[in-house]
């Protein structure tokens, strides 16, 4: 059997699997009843780093609101919540991917801190390690664990719901028909950062954790000119529950590169810009081609160490045959995972960094055809996961450039 750790929060091979040693293994322990076992998981939570806590309980539902699930909240946040289901975040625990991966070690309860933050989400806790590996974890089942929830992966609940209160931005004059209470995190990335901002290492082990959007944003030049929430939660104007005020608020789609993790269902293309710029310019004897980290307040990608955008430039002839060789860019990072997870390359793109390259343009042709692609895994990855029909690209540009100058071509929407 391949053992293969995966953790996206580390991430997969860019380099083919590896035959590993047989994996340390969760073991059940003991349960001492509800409130022993919550007390027993959250001292020891209380000893791990911050990214490997779960994020809040869940037990205890607000007043006003007949549970905890995001279509319950829909009743009257029914906008929200239609955006809210087009999101990764509505993906986050059914992600194909996610799930092959978790099958791969039992270190499946540091994925679930993020990727179900809230304690009533997960089947089980972790009460302890054995010998400290975090691979063999002891575990005690959830009597109150709620598998609908979990299936919603980062839901309202997830953030807004702490011990039976909503906690939001701070609606003035609010008309809420339930308890709410205002919190500073929800106007800053702080709210985003704890996921989007974990980098870790487990010695010995072959995954790592590689978050680092949030370092990426703060050091770069959208820090004091954008956060997070104005690219990726644009405001909107509306009421925010049914028969409310209208308001100026914020949209909840949280677009990224827009490749769905299931097809056909992702937000709308107006909700984010794709990050690539692409221009060219055409000299007698040279192709000039200007790749450009246009709209991403952090590099280009970010985030999963896997992804990369790829610009794809192919020359005809007048009559549109090929001419030449086609010529392919890959922007993005490039890891090897055995003995030890190591980063090889990084050509990645800064925010507002520009790339220009020349290429020579050879005998006969007319015109360049132009492709950009953003790509989330590789094939080679997505068939070692069994992930047939899971999409892994998305065409954001396509564009023609000639003596004439360059022609954009308007893509069909995603
Ligand atoms: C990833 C975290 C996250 C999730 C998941 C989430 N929200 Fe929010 N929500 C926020 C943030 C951040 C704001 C604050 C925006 C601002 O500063 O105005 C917010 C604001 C709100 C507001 C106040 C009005 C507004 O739009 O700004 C409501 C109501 C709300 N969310 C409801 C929901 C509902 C219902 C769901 C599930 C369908 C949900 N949220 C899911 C982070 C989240
Ligand atoms: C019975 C209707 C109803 C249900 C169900 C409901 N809400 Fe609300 N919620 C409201 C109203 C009304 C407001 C206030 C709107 C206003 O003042 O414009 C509100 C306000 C909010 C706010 C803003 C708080 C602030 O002032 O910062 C958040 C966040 C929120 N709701 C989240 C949720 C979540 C999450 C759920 C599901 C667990 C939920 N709501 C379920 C009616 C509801
Ligand atoms: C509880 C952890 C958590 C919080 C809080 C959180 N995210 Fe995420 N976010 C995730 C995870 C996990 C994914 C990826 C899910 C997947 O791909 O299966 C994700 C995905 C995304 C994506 C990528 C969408 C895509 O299609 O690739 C964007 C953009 C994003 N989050 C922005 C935000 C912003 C902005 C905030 C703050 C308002 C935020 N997130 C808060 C965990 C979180
Ligand atoms: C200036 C606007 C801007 C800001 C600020 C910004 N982003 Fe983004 N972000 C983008 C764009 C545009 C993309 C799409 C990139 C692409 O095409 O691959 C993106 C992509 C992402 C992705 C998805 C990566 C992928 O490949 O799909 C995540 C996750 C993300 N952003 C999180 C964040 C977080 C967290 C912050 C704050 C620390 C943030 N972003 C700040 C514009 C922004
Ligand atoms: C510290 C929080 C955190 C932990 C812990 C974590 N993840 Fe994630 N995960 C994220 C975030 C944030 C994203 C979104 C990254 C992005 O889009 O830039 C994500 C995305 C993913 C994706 C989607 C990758 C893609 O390219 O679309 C997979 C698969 C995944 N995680 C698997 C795992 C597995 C397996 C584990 C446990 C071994 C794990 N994650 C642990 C935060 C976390």
Redesign the pocket.
């Known amino acids: 059997m391949f053992l293969f750790l995966?953790?996206?929060?580390g991430s997969p091979p860019n380099d083919p699997p590896k035959p590993a040693a047989t994996p340390p293994k969760a073991e059940q322990v003991e349960s001492l009843g509800f409130d022993a076992d919550l007390e027993r998981a959250l001292a020891f939570y209380a000893t791990r780093p911050e990214?490997e806590q779960p994020h809040g309980k869940g037990f205890e539902v607000p007043s006003g609101v007949p549970d905890l699930s995001a279509e319950s909240c829909g009743i009257c946040h029914g906008e929200i919540y239609e955006e809210w289901k087009l999101s990764t975040h509505a993906h986050a625990w059914i992600?194909p991917?996610?799930q092959e991966?978790?099958k791969k070690s039992a270190?499946?309860w540091?994925?679930e801190?993020?990727?179900t933050p809230l304690l009533v989400q997960q089947a089980n806790w972790t009460v302890g390690l054995s010998e400290g590996d975090v691979e063999a974890p002891q575990l005690v089942p959830n009597e109150k664990f709620d598998a609908k929830l979990q299936e919603e992966g980062i839901t309202c609940a997830s953030c807004h719901v702490r011990d039976g209160v909503i906690e939001g931005p701070g609606l003035p004059d609010s008309v809420a028909a339930h308890p709410v209470k205002a919190d500073a995190r929800f106007q800053s990335e702080a709210i985003c950062l704890r996921?989007?901002q974990?980098v870790a290492e487990y010695p010995g082990k072959s995954?790592v954790?590689t978050?680092n959007?949030g370092k990426e944003w703060s050091e770069g030049p959208y820090a004091d000119e954008q956060s997070c929430l104005d690219c990726h939660m644009p405001t909107v104007e509306r009421p925010v529950a049914l028969g409310g005020p209208v308001r100026k608020v914020r949209s909840h789609y949280w677009r990224?590169a827009g490749i769905p993790k299931v097809a056909g269902v992702h937000p709308p293309p107006s909700a984010n810009p794709p990050g690539l710029g692409l221009d060219a310019s055409w000299t007698p004897a040279e192709l000039s081609l200007t790749m450009t980290n246009a709209n991403a307040g952090h590099m280009l990608p970010?985030?999963?160490p896997?992804?990369w955008v790829q610009i794809d430039v192919r020359f005809e002839t007048e009559a549109g045959e090929a001419v030449g060789e086609p010529i392919h860019y890959r922007i993005g990072q490039t890891w090897e995972w055995y003995p030890a997870p190591k980063k090889l390359n990084d050509n990645r793109l800064a925010p507002k960094e520009a790339r220009t390259e020349t290429l020579a343009i050879p005998e006969g042709a007319a015109r360049a055809v132009i492709e950009a692609s953003s790509h989330?895994?590789s094939k080679e990855t997505a068939e070692y996961h069994h992930l047939d029909a899971y999409p892994r690209s998305l065409l954001i540009h396509r564009i023609t450039v000639s003596a004439e100058g360059v022609d954009a071509e308007d893509l069909p929407k995603q």
């Open positions: 995966l953790f996206a929060c990214m992600d991917q996610l991966e978790m270190n499946r540091l994925c801190n993020c990727h996921c989007h974990a995954f954790c978050f959007t990224g970010t985030g999963d896997e992804r989330r895994i």
